[in-house]
């Protein structure tokens, strides 16, 4: 994982005999790492990716990523689109900026399903892409200088973040939305609020190695439960656990 050129990474809360923690996640299409963490900051995500981190990262918008330059970075579309619906529904003097993103949204999804499906090259999704990253950089100076401060905080946030905005457009294996990541993080919610966490160290170990197991098992189109049997047997018999990316 930490040596993967594209990755996606997201966390969620959890409990350790009711004190509030981290799961962080990680995945690439290939594998899924899960890691539990007191803490949801630079140490959390260093225990999960290393001190230096290799490649894109998809992320939300959560300050720890700041640490990470913006041209290594893709922040997700679907989070933003969430945003800018918000900015209408609150109907404030900026309300502008949430219908003009809404616009932009639209279009970007439109040129991005047009590039999956074969339609256009990349390089005429790069051209597509490009008047997008005008209007919303106007967009975003208006809102930054209008009348509704929490628009103008929510504006100048994004503006230091554009960068990251694009990077889909021209890195093979990055998408623009996070959503791979958060499906694979919802096995882990439902579990969360159906058993509210852990009570021991070597509860959050089982859970960090089942939902790694379940989760990349399912990306290979493996049988989780077969791959557990297999691996009692090797450990009952002194062998080596079989490889959990080996077909």
């Not at 918000?86 to 949430?98: H, N, Q």
């Not at 457009?169 to 958060?182: D, I, L, Q, R, S």
């Amino acid at each position: 994982m930490r040596q993967a050129d594209v990755k996606l990474a997201d966390e969620t809360s959890w409990k350790l005999w009711g004190k509030l923690c981290w799961l962080w996640a990680a995945a690439t299409t290939h594998v899924a790492v899960f890691l539990i963490h007191g803490k949801r900051s630079a140490r959390g995500l260093a225990a999960l990716l290393g001190e230096t981190i290799h490649g894109i990262l998809h992320t939300d918008r959560w300050n720890v990523y700041r640490q990470i330059a913006d041209e290594c970075r893709q922040l997700c579309w679907a989070h933003l689109k969430r945003d800018f619906r918000k900015i209408v529904d609150g109907r404030g003097p900026s309300v502008f900026v949430g219908r003009r993103g809404l616009r932009i949204v639209k279009e970007l999804f439109a040129a991005w399903h047009e590039f999956q499906e074969g339609n256009v090259t990349r390089q005429q999704l790069q051209t597509l892409i490009d008047p997008l990253k005008r209007r919303l950089g106007k967009t975003l100076l208006e809102g930054v200088f209008g009348d509704d401060a929490r628009v103008a905080k929510f504006c100048e946030n994004l503006l230091e973040l554009e960068c990251a905005l694009w990077t889909f457009a021209t890195h093979e294996g990055v998408e623009p939305t996070n959503n791979y990541m958060e499906r694979l993080l919802r096995r882990a919610v439902l579990w969360r609020r159906r058993s509210f966490g852990c009570n021991s160290e070597a509860g959050c170990r089982f859970v960090e190695r089942i939902l790694t197991v379940v989760q990349t098992c399912r990306l290979h189109g493996k049988n989780s439960l077969e791959y557990l049997r297999n691996a009692v047997h090797a450990h009952r018999r002194g062998l080596s656990c079989p490889g959990l990316l080996s077909r």
